[in-house]
């Protein structure tokens, strides 16, 4: 079984934290190197009509952008120092986002809101280490370049339709999913049987989907009102 893997991410996916924190939760009990990929939604996501996901929350654009903004600040703390910081600064970012108080109103447009503020990212950065002038990279759509080139890198392993997160198992050359999308954060042997089972799929020669549109939003503080509730959000 393969030891290292490739996450692909982009801070502001439910979905994509609590696959996160179930990889973080094998990675405490196997030998598993992740290594953490920055990728855009608003990126991935270019050329797709906004309009649809418009029914759902007016503010489904912004949270993207504000994923962006978030991205373009990693990737300036990894041009910094290194790609050691990026897996600590998607759980700080990623906690600013999915560990804020859930809305009063029990509707998936009042988390979206929530989703989509501008956040001073400044804390997290000083909580790290790292200089909190970092955070001025928001804005720098300079990085859009190599964000770009990770999201060109993850279809050219994963293929086009796809979204975060995306798991790529013995990098660049092995086999890579999107997915898994879970609404929980499995534990001990729960979480190592989930795992076990998505490394089977993804090594099985010739597998290439497994699919329900239909989903149940994930359970996080920031979601508590609306978890579980279905829906066809990715």
């Not at 934290?17 to 990889?23: D, E, G, M, Y």
């Not at 998936?108 to 929530?114: K, L, S």
């Amino acid at each position: 079984m393969s030891d290292d893997v490739e996450f692909f991410f982009d801070p502001i996916c439910p979905f994509c934290w609590v696959t996160s924190r179930w990889v973080v939760e094998v990675a405490r009990q196997r030998d598993v190197t992740v290594r953490w990929r920055p990728l855009p939604l608003a990126i991935l996501n270019e050329g797709i009509s906004y309009e649809q996901r418009r029914t759902v929350s007016e503010s489904y654009p912004d949270s993207h952008r504000r994923g962006l903004e978030m991205l373009r600040v990693i990737e300036a703390a990894a041009a910094a120092h290194g790609a050691g910081v990026v897996g600590d600064l998607y759980t700080a970012f990623g906690e600013l986002v999915w560990d804020t108080p859930a809305p009063d109103d029990d509707g998936i447009d009042a988390v979206m809101q929530v989703m989509a503020r501008p956040r001073d990212l400044r804390p997290a950065l000083e909580r790290l280490g790292l200089d909190p002038v970092l955070a001025g990279a928001a804005t720098d759509t300079s990085l859009d370049e190599a964000l770009r080139a990770t999201v060109a890198e993850a279809r050219a392993r994963c293929g086009d339709d796809v979204g975060t997160p995306i798991l790529s198992f013995s990098p660049p050359d092995g086999p890579a999913l999107f997915g898994p999308v879970i609404d929980s954060v499995p534990t001990g042997e729960d979480a190592l049987r989930l795992w076990d089972a998505t490394y089977t799929l993804a090594t099985w020669p010739g597998f290439a989907e497994l699919k329900r549109s239909l989903r149940s939003f994930p359970d996080t503080p920031l979601t508590a009102r609306v978890a579980r509730r279905e829906t066809t959000v990715r």
